[in-house]
C-alpha cells in the first residue's frame, strides 16, 4: 500500500476559506476511485512565518492506482487549488510505502 502526502502551508489571510474547500476537494480526489481513504491532519508546528500547515493522506490501492492518479486527475485536481489561493499556499508531495502496521492487542 501506498501512501500520497500532501502537505500545504496556509497563509493566514485564507485560511477559513480554504479549510471550507479542501473539505470539498478530499472527496473529489476520493471519487477518482485511486484512493481509498484520507485523513486530513493539523501539523502541530508554530511557523515562523505565521500561517497553518496541513497534512493529507490519501492511501492508494496500489503503485498503478497512484501512477494513474498522476496520469489521468492530478493536473487537473492540483490546478484548481492553485488558482483558487495562488501565492498564499504552499505545498510539497511525498509517497509514503507501507512496509508492515502494527496495533495494540489487549486480549
Do not use: C
Not at 496541513?54 to 484548481?80: F, H, N, V
Amino acid at each position: 500500500m501506498y501512501i500520497y502526502n500532501v502537505t500545504i502551508h496556509i497563509d493566514q489571510s485564507i485560511h477559513n476559506q480554504w479549510l471550507v474547500w479542501i473539505k470539498e476537494h478530499i472527496p473529489q480526489v476520493l471519487a477518482t476511485g485511486k484512493f481509498e481513504k484520507a485523513t486530513l491532519s493539523r501539523v502541530l508546528v508554530e511557523e515562523e512565518m505565521g500561517g497553518v500547515t496541513y497534512s493529507i493522506q490519501y492511501r492508494s490501492y496500489s503503485r498503478e492506482a497512484l501512477d494513474a492518479y498522476y496520469k489521468e486527475d492530478a493536473e487537473k485536481l492540483r490546478t484548481e487549488g492553485m488558482k483558487k489561493f495562488a501565492d498564499k499556499m504552499l505545498a510539497f508531495r511525498t509517497e509514503l510505502q507501507i512496509i508492515d502496521e502494527y496495533s495494540v492487542n489487549f486480549n
